[in-house]
């Protein structure tokens, strides 16, 4: 073997686990030379801004479904979550900015770990499959969103509210810089901490982590808290972007963020993947959508893509299991 | 004999990696005979049904069906050349009623239509069992029947489908023995319509009451083959064992300290009871006894993943409450499961998380991995039990089998785990690997550390093993001791001579 045959082996292999890169690469490329306003700094800033949300939920799906799981009730925690901040910020007119954030985290907070516990204890105790709990909790708390509002919205915010979601430090919207937080924090937890190992550990071999002394039911717990406490920051943060608490908020949500997470890994069997594979997943499923709004593609559209996405990753992954 | 044999096997081969599971074995198989095939866990047997069943694909030699040679290509075509295994796990529908199970894929229909008629599949039902002399109703579901009736519905339905031959692989080791002896006459039955029976058990004083022929394998080959009036458990036993150790144990005599471990009446039911025994350190002790005797449940629960009903472990002289396998290892145990696949290793992971996995949390510094010591340990192991891997990175499922196994025990070295319970600790390992892994157990045990190991070879237990204990039916039936063990006296402890009463 000389070297030249190991460099090209190398460049295989970095082109086989990256190719996401590639293919993100590629289409930056297809769509700018189809609509040249897509490389403007301000159209790659809406982009970002645009996938802010979502980021924000496929975070918490990325906890959740390395564990081996999966949480269909995001879409609507972050939906109650945005209608609580909202009807409980709407009364406090002249608010300031850092007491208006502190107390959207507060609740944002307090939402989802009553969600998110919920989630964790019907899984973890309860022997419940993630996706028959969460499949309940979706609908429980979507309706209480739509009980608690009468399914009328919620406008008139301080002037404070829409500071998180349409301000910008900089260059930078407010929103983005969080995002990035966000992640990054996700990554550490994930990366370096021994409670991210057991996250991997349980979705690799749940009889194994428990073999070695993991305590599953906590660790999945805690997994679903996070996942919860996340959507419903991001119910807030899509409340604040739309300057209104709406029941119909964050409606298929889920869908996107765990085409995202499923995407980035290439399958949904846990114990694999990470928040960069999760943040190439969210990068290319925004540059497709911001593709076709660039494009004049009807938004309905977008939908089919999304679904076709999930099940392009999905057969991808498989091909590369066979392999 | 001048009938000819319903399938005639020669020279069959077959191998895992590194098990000879069956070393040319040939053998007929008889119309209206009750063939019995015995020997000790890991002698062929199973392999040998399931190569006839389809399960498995034969590496060498041949097969005649009603002499003409056949390739058994999968389990359905097994059936369709009229071979019916019945395995130790059942395999019908509990959900379904008794005729709906019996009628499974052929069920009559009215006319053409897509309808079930269902009183034409209550009489075929009824037809099917009444040669048998089983009075089911056919419209029990499976679920609310006795394990024994099911195994009698299982029969019929081989039968049922043209069976020339009925394999049944230890069919009364969940039967009592009332059921037993409807069994057997079910079974004399299939011999008075011409069918041919393959009776496999551990049992000797049934399969010399029921057999015809009793065939004795051993290490793939097989022994003898002897008609069953010319049998009695003494030929048998004998028979059965006798192979002579090969010399890579090199079990070095250790200085064996005091007791570390006791544990009094564990019970669990109804898996094992009242067991008891003591470990000193620096000791190995070995666990024998047959498949499904207990053995495994037995250390799961010492190890706390399984619950205890009743029964005290002491260690070092005091008495701890296992609850969970958390508790154990912080106790200091470590515990190689037997299917190292499913139990032991994260298959999709590298090397590295698997070895730091369970000492992550006490290493950890405020809730981070100290990923600088993660790597030091590794390498340490690696080295140390010389685990074959291109890096510490490597996904553990492309390694060997016995490179995997040893991964399992890095990670409670590295845990330093002072009590070690081994789980069939060199199963599907080559010969290489096997002597290393002896060497890692002597160095362990040199060091101050005390391992239980149980295993289903009785060589490696008395190569390695300075007692033995033996467990007959979830009971301690005997402790033996290094100069004392032989593989007879092993054997004679661990069969059941009389099937008792459970």
């Known amino acids: ?323 | 004999m001048d009938k000819k044999p319903i399938i005639e096997l020669k020279n069959i081969r077959k191998s895992f990696p590194g098990v000879q599971a069956l070393a040319g074995v040939s053998l007929p198989f008889y119309p209206g005979e009750i063939h019995a095939l015995i020997g000790e866990n890991g002698a062929g047997k199973s392999t040998l049904i399931k190569v006839m069943g389809g399960v498995y694909q034969k590496e060498g030699g041949q097969i005649y069906i009603n002499g003409k040679e056949c390739e058994i290509e999968d389990v359905t075509h097994a059936q369709n050349i009229g071979i019916s295994v019945i395995h130790q796990e059942l395999s019908l529908i509990p959900d379904l009623t008794v005729m709906e199970n019996l009628c499974l894929g052929i069920e009559p229909r009215i006319g053409r239509s897509a309808f079930i008629d269902k009183n034409a599949m209550r009489n075929t039902a009824r037809k099917i069992m009444k040669p048998l002399g089983l009075t089911i109703n056919p419209d029990d579901f499976i679920k609310d029947l006795k394990t024994a009736d099911r195994q009698m519905v299982e029969i019929a339905r081989a039968v049922s489908r043209n069976a020339a031959l009925v394999i049944m692989d230890e069919p009364t080791s969940s039967l009592s023995s009332r059921e037993v002896t409807t069994l057997f006459k079910i079974i004399r039955k299939l011999k008075a319509n011409n069918v041919g029976v393959i009776y496999v058990s551990h049992i000797l004083s049934e399969v010399l009451s029921l057999s015809d022929k009793i065939t004795v394998m051993r290490d793939g080959y097989i022994i003898r083959t002897l008609d069953a009036d010319e049998a009695d458990e003494k030929i048998l036993v004998k028979s059965m064992v006798g192979r002579e150790i090969k010399d890579y144990f090199n079990k070095e005599e250790q200085e064996i300290g005091d007791v570390i471990l006791e544990v009094s009446d564990l019970t669990r039911k109804p898996y094992f009871f009242d067991v008891s025994f003591d470990l000193r350190e620096g000791e190995i002790l070995g666990i024998s006894g047959l498949v499904g005797a207990g053995r495994t449940e037995i250390i799961r629960a010492i190890f706390g993943s399984d619950k205890l009903e009743k029964g005290k472990i002491r260690l070092r002289s005091e008495e701890v409450e296992i609850h969970s396998s958390r508790r154990a290892i912080e106790l200091g145990f470590g515990f190689v499961p037997e299917d190292r696949k499913i139990e032991g290793l994260m298959l999709e992971s590298p090397v590295k998380q698997n070895i730091s996995l369970p000492s992550l949390k006490p290493t950890a510094k405020s809730g981070f991995v100290d990923r600088k010591w993660e790597t030091e340990i590794c390498k340490e192991y690696i080295q140390k039990l010389k685990i074959a891997t291109p890096s510490r990175n490597t996904i553990s499922k492309t390694l060997s089998g016995g490179n995997q196994q040893k991964i399992v025990v890095a990670k409670w070295f590295a845990a330093n785990s002072k009590i070690m319970l081994l789980d069939e600790p060199t199963r599907g390992i080559d010969v290489n690997a096997k002597s290393e892994m002896y060497s890692l157990m002597n160095e362990y045990t040199k060091n101050g550390g005390s391992i239980v190991m149980v295993s289903s070879e009785l060589p490696e237990l008395l190569g390695m093993a300075d007692r033995i204990v033996v467990i007959r039916q979830g009971k301690v039936s005997g402790i033996l001791d290094r100069e004392d063990a032989t593989e007879e006296k092993i054997m004679t402890l661990a069969s059941t001579l009389k099937k008792e009463e459970k």
């Open chain 1, 1 to 323: 073997m000389n070297e030249k045959n190991t460099f090209i082996e190398k460049f295989k292999y970095f082109v086989k686990e990256q190719t996401l890169v590639f293919i993100l690469i590629g289409l930056c490329i297809i769509i700018s030379s189809v609509s040249p306003v897509f490389l403007l700094p301000q159209n790659l800033i809406n982009v970002l801004i645009q996938i802010s949300i979502n980021a924000l939920i496929a975070t918490g799906m990325t906890f959740v479904i390395i564990s081996g799981g999966i949480d269909l009730s995001v879409g609507s925690v972050a939906a109650l979550s945005g209608i609580v901040v909202t009807a409980i910020i709407q009364p406090m007119t002249g608010i300031s900015i850092p007491l208006c954030v502190l107390l959207m985290v507060v609740l944002s907070i307090v939402v989802g770990l009553i969600m998110g516990g919920i989630n964790g204890f019907a899984i973890s105790r309860l022997r419940v499959p993630s996706f028959v709990a969460t499949l309940a909790t979706m609908n429980i708390a979507r309706g209480f969103a739509y009980v608690y509002t009468q399914s009328r919205s919620i406008y008139g915010l301080p002037d404070a509210f829409s500071w998180i979601g349409q301000d910008y430090i900089g260059f930078l919207p407010v929103i983005v810089i969080i995002v990035i937080l966000v992640l990054l924090a996700a990554h550490i937890v994930l990366a370096r901490t021994v409670f991210g190992r057991y996250v991997y550990a349980i979705g690799s071999n749940e009889e194994v982590a428990k073999l070695c002394g993991i305590h599953i039911q906590n660790v999945k717990l805690k997994v679903y808290i996070i996942s919860g406490v996340l959507s419903a920051f991001a119910g807030a943060c899509l409340a604040s972007r739309l300057v209104t608490g709406q029941p119909t908020a964050a409606q298929g949500y889920e869908l996107n963020a765990i085409a995202a997470v499923a995407l980035g890994v290439g399958g949904m069997e846990g114990g694999k993947g990470g928040i960069g594979k999760t943040i190439q997943g969210l990068l290319i499923i925004g540059v497709i959508n911001n593709g076709l709004n660039l494009m004049k593609v009807s938004s309905y559209w977008q939908i089919i893509t999304m679904g076709a996405i999930i099940l392009g990753a999905l057969i991808i992954g498989q091909f590369k299991k066979e392999d």
